[in-house]
């Protein structure tokens, strides 16, 4: 089968000729349509310091795909040949306190598909039946193929109840965009959404339909009255990584507002915690998507009508690769996504 690789510890992935995976007893053999190419990816492409840690090589990269059944493991139940599914690339344990408990998204021994073990990137994935998700006839392959990021969105998101509320995000990268949608989705009052760079902040408004502004041109105290609110956000979904970012948010909150944080600063990073204590702010961490809760959550509001299809900017056969981690890397895209059809 074809597949995008890290054949070497150096920058850049090569598209190879790998064997087709051989499935155990509990998994099932997907043949892969759709993938999303994802900023994780872009960090292995580049063989960053945290890629050099983390990822073994050789190794198929990617984790965001949709696709079919086209072999089950033996004692795999539920699910069918032909079978049209996304899946969970969280692989978990089933040892530890949290697991055991039933909060796999929490378990400390997580491995992800094209992270740790062979990805998605290839024609034919082998994948745990437990991670499997099936997918409507109504959700096409190319949303399913981004729904570990929308997922990323939607349990950040749904951190806070979001009902009637202000909600701030920083960062108007794909997932920043689709929480913002979720946001308005379930009936937030007012989303404003932050971003340094003018295309995304204008994918914003045409995916989310929600006000984004440049932070360092616009003070976020004069948006919060303009849009007539009293005194700040009340919820704070942090979707960028920037520090100035989450200080910029810190003071935009009321007193005792929530935040959930996806976004991942790079290093240390210095962080007023006086001010968070003394707004009585409450801060989240938020890792991958609740297993299996996100997904239900997401698939059942994108049957009843939050669009996001509008985040995929670009679309590439496989064998074009390279223009893909390009456009990505270029930031003037949203999501880009890979057929392997
Ligand atoms: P992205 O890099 O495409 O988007 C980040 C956006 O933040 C960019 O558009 C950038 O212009 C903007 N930005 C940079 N500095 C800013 C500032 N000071 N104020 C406002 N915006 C600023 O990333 P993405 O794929 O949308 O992911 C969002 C974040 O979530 C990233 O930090 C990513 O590493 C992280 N992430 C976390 C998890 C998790 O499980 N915790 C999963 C996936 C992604
Ligand atoms: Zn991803």
Known sequence: MRALAKTAPAPGLELITAPVPEIGPDDVLIRVKKTGVCGTDVHI?????WA????PVPLITGHEFAGEIVELGRNVEGLHLGQRCSGEGHLIGHSSRQSR???FHLDPETRGIGVNEQGAFAEYLRL???NVVPLPDDIPDEIGAILDPLGNAVHTALSFDLVG??????GAGPIGIMAA???????????VVTDLNPERRALARKVANVTAVDPREVALRDVVSDLGMSQGFDVGLEMSGAQAALDQMVEAMVMGGRIAMLGIPPGKSPVDWSRIVFKALTIKGVYGREIF???????AMLENGLDVSAVITHRFPAAEFREAFETMRSGASGK???DWG
């Open 45 to 49: 492409w580049n063989w960053d310091d």
């Open 52 to 55: 050099e840690k983390t990822v």
């Open 101 to 103: 408990a039933g909060k």
């Open 128 to 130: 745990p039946a437990f």
């Open 165 to 170: 509320e202000d909600v701030l995000v920083t």
């Open 181 to 191: 949608a979720v946001a308005k989705h379930v009936g937030a009052r007012h989303v």
């Open 293 to 299: 809760e996100t997904w239900y959550k997401m698939i």
């Open 336 to 338: 880009v996504v890979l």
